[in-house]
């Protein structure tokens, strides 16, 4: 993991979204799987799309971070959660997670600190993971509880992340919860994690990623839902990425 600080403010061109690379994954299989999450609602609020906050960022930012990185697999850039008029962006390449965080330096320049997660060259590999609203949610075990607060006989070993988080997920179908989070479910933490949104209810696209010491997970994909049914009743299709950290 590296981290650098480069200049922020410029406009340019958004980032072109190229075919994934790497092998295609089958479902992994391990003796513990992690817990079915609850779905949260999905707050949505007007707001620009990635496209205008990646043109915010500097053409020298994005530079650094395809050299890094190489071209883009899949990315996202959002206003900031801290710094309420500066973005952020997530860049999944063949070479590693770019992460940018907005900073001031010490003489007052708005920067973009940028985070690296290097991956072990071609262990980039990706599963495509769909959902009918006509099937049952299956592929991963549900422990989220019953009627009457009824608990699971067996706990399910779960990750350190935020409620927020953790709702976010439960959005998603089952087998992609999987894919995320089994990699973490051992020794190794999680480290660092993002997700962003974008739509409305009946249509949105999403995307997340989770990251530890030694794995980076990413899931991305597009969801519709009918108004007002349950988010378990969605039709989900989505790509998700595993790749080795080299460390």
């Not at 799309?49 to 500097?58: I, P, T, V, Y």
């Amino acid at each position: 993991m590296t981290r650098d600080n480069l200049p922020e403010q410029s406009r340019g061109r958004p980032a072109a979204q190229r075919p994934a690379g790497g092998g295609v994954e089958r479902a992994p299989a391990a003796p513990n799987l992690p817990g079915a999450h609850q779905a949260s609602a999905l707050g949505f609020v007007p707001s620009p799309d990635r496209f205008h906050w990646w043109a915010e960022l500097h053409d020298d930012v994005k530079a650094y971070l395809e050299r890094k990185v190489g071209p883009a697999i899949e990315w996202w850039a959002d206003l900031h959660e801290r710094e309420r008029d500066r973005p952020y962006a997530v860049v999944l390449g063949p070479n590693g997670l770019a992460v940018t965080t907005p900073r001031v330096n010490s003489q007052g320049q708005r920067t973009q600190s940028v985070r690296i997660d290097p991956f072990v060259p071609s262990s980039i590999r990706h599963a495509v993971v769909q959902q009918q609203p006509t099937r049952p949610r299956g592929g991963l075990r549900s422990l989220v509880s019953r009627d009457r607060g009824e608990r699971p006989a067996t706990t399910a070993p779960q990750l350190e992340l935020t409620q927020e988080m953790r709702g976010i997920l439960g959005n998603l179908p089952l087998e992609a919860q999987q894919r995320l989070q089994t990699p973490f479910l051992g020794a190794q933490a999680v480290t660092h994690y993002r997700s962003y949104y974008y739509g409305n209810d009946e249509d949105l696209d999403m995307w997340c990623y989770l990251a530890g010491e030694k794995t980076v997970t990413f899931a991305t994909g597009h969801r519709t839902l009918p108004s007002g049914a349950d988010p378990q009743q969605a039709s989900w299709r989505l790509v998700c990425y595993q790749a080795d950290v080299a460390r």
